[in-house]
């Protein structure tokens, strides 16, 4: 195992990251739910602000751990065509995910704000964490609905992914860095190198985001 929990995992990421701190015009995105506690200690650390970039999967019907897209804020959907051309997956069925995660989607971004409003982030430096990547769908989704927002520039930053993940990000999007610190091969899930991989609850992700506030506007 490489790090102890998804907090472990964000102080080792901020130290990659060292270059970004307290930085002007730079925010920290977590992807909730997983990604917030690793970007709550990246926040911490380069003493910047925190606030959260909503991506739902869609999950494969009967087979929801398997994502065949995801979904971001802004009505952005990405598809996973490999996994719904080999499933042969109906378009009703496609339609319906979307629908139940656009639902989900808004539900947790009332909630995770509780009210606060969403960061401007136009000419913005964006560090968009999450607690690692698998198939990268939900970053992908994520990137496209940022891009809408015309960022300055978009940096992921994750703990583990496949060896082949940050490369395609790059490839696929222009003003975008990617980092990652492990690589294992193979590369079966994220949680192969965490000790604890127990599930981030809402409850969790709003303490936290509330508590990012807080450090921020006390220092």
């Known amino acids: 195992m490489t790090y102890l929990n998804r907090s472990d995992a964000g102080k080792q990421l901020a130290e990659k990251l060292h270059d970004y701190a307290g930085q002007p015009d730079t925010i920290i995105l977590g992807l909730p739910r997983g990604g917030v506690p690793v970007a709550f200690e990246v926040a911490r650390k380069l003493k910047l602000p925190l606030d959260v970039m909503l991506v739902r999967k869609l999950g494969v019907p009967g087979q929801e751990e398997l994502a065949m ?3 971001s804020s802004g009505g952005v959907c990405v598809f996973n065509n490999d996994v719904m051309d080999y499933l042969n997956i109906s378009q009703e069925a496609i339609d319906k995910a979307v629908e139940r995660e656009q639902a989900e989607l808004e539900r ?3 909630l995770y704000r509780g009210g606060r409003p969403a960061p401007q ?3 913005k430096t964006i560090i968009l964490v999450d607690d690692g990547l698998a198939t990268g769908s939900s970053m992908r989704a994520a990137i496209m609905g940022l891009e809408r927002l015309h960022p300055a520039r978009i940096q992921v ?3 583990v992914a496949p060896p082949s993940a ?3 990000i790059e490839a696929m999007f222009q003003n975008v860095g990617c980092l990652c610190i492990e690589s294992p091969e193979p590369f079966y899930a994220v949680g192969q190198v965490y000790f604890d991989f127990s599930q981030t609850t809402d409850q969790e992700v709003q ?3 509330e508590k990012g506030a807080v450090v921020m506007s006390d220092e």
């Open 69 to 71: 897209g995801a979904i």
């Open 166 to 168: 940050c490369r395609e």
């Open 157 to 159: 930053a994750v703990p």
């Open 121 to 123: 982030l136009e000419g």
């Open 207 to 209: 303490q936290l985001l």
């Open 108 to 110: 947790r971004e009332a």
